[in-house]
């Protein structure tokens, strides 16, 4: 039932730890490697770096939204979003 799932290559998985400047202050980010592979391309399509991608994005979602709770699973959903918008921009 899993196969596809279970089989996946565990550096795919592999948590990296990033340091990075938001907002003045330096914060550490947990995130798999896929995610941080998705990050960069969205920064490089976006013409940034991926520092500079995640400190818009916070900045973006502060003005919009007051606060940002939780930055890696804002990292996490923003990747997920891509990966819908692609798929259904290819359909």
């Known amino acids: ?8 290559n565990p ?12 907002q003045g202050a330096v ?3 947990a995130l798999e490697r896929q995610i941080w592979d998705l990050l960069q391309e969205i920064a490089t399509a ?4 991926v520092a500079e991608f995640v400190s818009t994005l916070y900045q973006e979602v502060l003005e919009r ?6 930055l890696a699973s804002l990292l996490r ?3 997920l979003t891509y990966l819908a918008d692609h ?5």
Do not use: F, H, P
């Open 1 to 8: 039932m899993c196969e596809l799932y279970a089989s996946a």
């Open 11 to 22: 550096a795919s998985y592999e948590v990296i730890r990033r340091s990075m400047r938001i």
């Open 27 to 29: 914060t550490s980010l």
């Open 46 to 49: 976006e013409q940034l770096s």
């Open 65 to 70: 939204q007051g606060e940002v709770k939780n």
């Open 77 to 79: 959903i923003t990747c």
């Open 87 to 91: 798929t259904r921009s290819r359909s």
